[in-house]
């Protein structure tokens, strides 16, 4: 884990653009200190000039598009491939007639979103939740 965090701050980092669904920074892992530590993480990260972050809400509900995390990678010969998994199942595509339907969903779900200001808001205020509700 701590290699991929160097690849953010390297010379020349990655682009990365990142849509995380709400359950994601709402599940307590780790206690309140650890999962305030966690989205703390996530506001820093989302300040980097080249990471964009947005949150998908619950209010989406079925309209979210992609039901499980997928990786879209754009190659150094600009190709783009797609990674996803689900419990048993792995898959990493070339074709684009089969990533089509992925960017099409990431990029209805890219506007769906949360903006990445009302998004680092949203985290900031779950995060207030979360050591607000915590035993003292």
């Keep these: 884990m701590a ?3 160097k690849l953010l701050t390297r ?4 682009e990365l653009y990142v849509i995380i669904d709400e359950s994601c920074i709402r599940r307590p892992i780790g206690g309140p ?3 305030a530590a966690q989205l703390d993480h ?3 990260v989302s300040a980097l000039p080249h ?3 947005q949150v998908a809400p619950y209010s989406l509900g079925a309209n ?11 190659l150094p010969d600009r190709s783009v491939a797609a990674y996803s998994e689900a419990a048993h199942e792995r898959l990493f595509e070339r074709d684009p007639a089969a990533i089509r339907p992925l960017l099409t969903a990431y990029y209805h779900l890219q506007v769906e979103a949360l903006s990445q200001e009302a998004s680092r808001a949203f985290i900031r205020k779950v995060r207030a939740e ?6 003292q």
């Design 3 to 5: 290699q991929r965090k």
């Design 11 to 14: 010379e020349s980092p990655p």
């Design 33 to 35: 200190e650890g999962m």
């Design 42 to 44: 996530l506001l820093e």
């Design 51 to 53: 990471v964009t972050l």
């Design 64 to 74: 979210r598009g992609l039901n499980l995390p997928a990786y879209l990678l754009q």
């Design 130 to 135: 979360l050591l607000a509700t915590a035993p």
